[in-house]
T-cell receptor, first 114, second 114 residues
Framework: DQQVKQNSPSLSVQEGRISILNCDYT??????FLWYKKYPAEGPTFLIS?????DKNEDGRFTVFLNKSAKHLSLHIVPSQPGDSAVYFC?????????????FGKGTMLLVSP | EAQVTQNPRYLITVTGKKLTVTCSQN?????MSWYRQDPGLGLRQIYY???????DKGDVPEGYKVSRKEKRNFPLILESPSPNQTSLYFC?????????????FGPGTRLTVL
């Protein structure tokens, strides 16, 4: 049973426009969420996170929104740049496990075209 | 430079031949973890360690062993590799998992078991 779901395997966006990547989760005990970006032949790199006590966290061009009632979070990239083309993983964790494990989604491949 | 290193980066082996993938971090992180990435399955946790001599199973521990004798090193051991362990492996470390303690990933080890 997949607890973190990224239902869009891929997304194509034009440079300068907004990219919206979505993530849904089923485990109501998750209380910390992260987004990672992964380029080919490299390990994932941390992008942005949000605690369940917040509904929004912003860092430059990247904003993560959390809707706890819908068990849904999204990553907004504005404006999108060709260098943003990568696979984006949503991940979740819970305090009950001491935040000892991260559960990842399957990833969404973002392609930003010039 | 703060980093997580893995060796080897690429490995082709045969069924049943024991192998070890090394992982080392220079950030004095307490937490270390191993993941495997497979097409259509995203990143799945194999084992993790909260500190020296403290290890625990992740989601897919079967066929793997780990040890944490030193803080900086967390080797992944495959005692008798099988073809279904062909995958891309990532080691990660963090000071703490949540509250801003995002995980730093190594560059990955691509393992093929024939």
């Amino acid at each position: 049973d997949q607890q973190v779901k990224q239902n869009s395997p891929s997304l194509s966006v034009q440079e300068g426009r907004i990219s919206i990547l979505n993530c849904d989760y089923t485990n109501s005990m998750f209380d910390y969420f992260l987004w990672y970006k992964k380029y080919p032949a490299e390990g994932p790199t941390f992008l942005i996170s949000i605690s369940s006590i917040k509904d929004k966290n912003e860092d430059g061009r990247f904003t993560v929104f959390l809707n706890k009632s819908a068990k849904h979070l999204s990553l907004h990239i504005v404006p999108s740049q060709p260098g943003d083309s990568a696979v984006y993983f949503c991940a979740a964790s819970e305090m009950n496990s001491g935040y000892s494990t991260l559960t990842f989604g399957k990833g969404t491949m973002l392609l930003v075209s010039p | 430079e703060a980093q997580v290193t893995q060796n080897p980066r690429y490995l082709i082996t045969v069924t049943g031949k024991k192998l070890t993938v090394t992982c080392s971090q220079n950030m004095n992180h307490e937490y270390m973890s191993w993941y495997r990435q497979d097409p259509g399955l995203g990143l799945r946790q194999i084992y993790y360690s909260m500190n020296v001599e403290v290890t625990d199973k992740g989601d897919v521990p079967e066929g793997y062993k780990v040890s944490r004798k030193e803080k900086r090193n967390f080797p992944l051991i495959l005692e008798s590799p099988s073809p279904n362990q062909t995958s891309l492996y990532f080691c990660a470390s963090s000071r703490r998992l949540a509250g801003g303690g995002e995980q730093f990933f190594g560059p990955g080890t691509r393992l093929t078991v024939l």
